[in-house]
């Protein structure tokens, strides 16, 4: 069960807008829409951001965005602020034998 | 208000065994699948295992399949993980998470039980 691919670590400064992207293959991310992402501040629980692909759970603000094109799905964050910076993981169901993967993480700094 | 409390992490020999329990209420717990997830210190996540709402069915991460057991009761609203043979690689930070639909989202998490795997 492969990790799917996400970037280390990213950077930006409040305002900005930055994508983090995901990829998988044609037998998770590529062949499902069943994408999420999740984020954690340090000592804390995984938070849920963004559901199959695009949809934002009541509460998220809507600076928080999800997409997909292939086998990739990105999330995009707007208007950066100094709250956002914490680790990102993406999830995709990758059928009905490996079930579930996450990807690697990606820690978010904002500048 | 929706809450998962776990328990049962600690020390262990490997080789050893423990059993995870979470505690859920808030929702209808029966009506949901339910998983755990775990995280190495200083790594990312890994999903462990799922069990389903509906049937019991379950599914389990390569890495744990054969070792690990998921169950759940829900007549006591609570979720278990049996973890047998257990491996140095297995220490991590245990979270019961609620599922938010088959195969899609976990749309609420547990603060997680620390298990330790050491001689």
């Known amino acids: 069960q492969s990790a799917l691919t996400q970037p280390a670590s990213l950077s930006g400064s409040p305002g900005q807008s930055i994508t983090i992207s995901c990829t998988g293959t044609s037998s998770d991310v590529g062949s499902y829409n069943l994408v999420s992402w999740y984020q954690q501040h340090p000592g804390k629980a995984p938070k849920l951001m963004i559901y199959?692909?695009?949809k934002r759970p009541s509460g998220v603000s809507n600076r928080f965005s999800g997409s997909k094109s292939g086998n990739t799905a990105s999330l995009t964050i707007s208007g950066l602020q100094v709250e956002d910076e914490a680790d990102y993981y993406c999830c995709s169901y990758a059928g009905s034998t490996t079930f579930r993967v996450f990807g690697g993480g990606t820690s978010l700094t904002v500048l | 208000e929706m809450q998962l409390l776990e328990s049962g992490g600690g020390l262990v020999q490997p080789g050893g065994s423990l059993r995870l329990s979470c505690a859920a209420s808030g929702f209808t717990f029966s009506s949901y699948d339910m998983s755990w997830v775990r995280q190495a210190p200083g790594k990312g996540l890994e999903w462990v295992s799922t069990i389903s709402g509906s049937d019991n069915n379950t599914y389990y991460a390569d890495s744990v399949k054969d070792r690990f057991t998921i169950s759940r009761d829900s007549s006591k609203n609570t979720l278990f993980l049996q973890m047998n043979s257990l491996r140095a690689e297995d220490t991590a930070i245990y979270y019961c998470v609620k599922d938010g639909g088959f195969g899609s989202h976990f749309d609420y998490w547990g603060q997680g039980t620390r298990v330790t795997v050491s001689s």
């Open positions: 199959e692909v695009r």
